[in-house]
């Protein structure tokens, strides 16, 4: 399984960025996809999951207000649309798949295949 995230780069505090993340390579593998970022100097920390074929997206708290992980099955495409961005949002987002089919946000540490990860940089 081979994941590539895209859609990364600079944007205003308050914009909106839009992140891909396009999976192939033996699909019928995959349970679940996740978001993750990581900014300087601190751990990876999840952002939300969805189950690869139907259900719901779900969330980390923080996270909910502002960030909306959908899925379009057809392109094999999980997506992450960012709103109202804020500079403490600047890191490194990385896409993930796990082989089990999850309820809730699951640590990286359950993920067995990994992106290679986009920037997003939000100026104040």
């Known amino acids: 399984v081979q994941l590539q995230a895209s859609g990364g780069g600079l944007v205003q505090a308050g914009g909106s960025l839009r992140l891909s993340c396009a999976v192939s390579g033996g699909t019928f593998r995959i349970g679940t996809v996740g978001w993750f970022r990581q900014a300087p100097g601190k751990e990876r920390e999840p952002i939300a999951t969805i189950p690869w074929r139907g259900g719901i997206g779900h969330y980390v708290d923080s996270m909910k207000a502002r960030f909306t992980i959908s899925r379009d099955n057809a392109k094999n495409t999980v997506y992450l649309q960012m709103d109202s961005l804020k500079p403490e949002d600047t890191a490194v987002y990385y896409c993930?798949?796990?082989?089990?089919?999850?309820?809730?946000?699951?640590?990286?540490?359950?993920?067995?295949?990994w992106g290679q990860g986009t920037l997003v940089t939000v100026s104040s």
């Open positions: 993930a798949a796990d082989p089990r089919r999850r309820v809730g946000v699951a640590p990286s540490s359950s993920y067995e295949y």
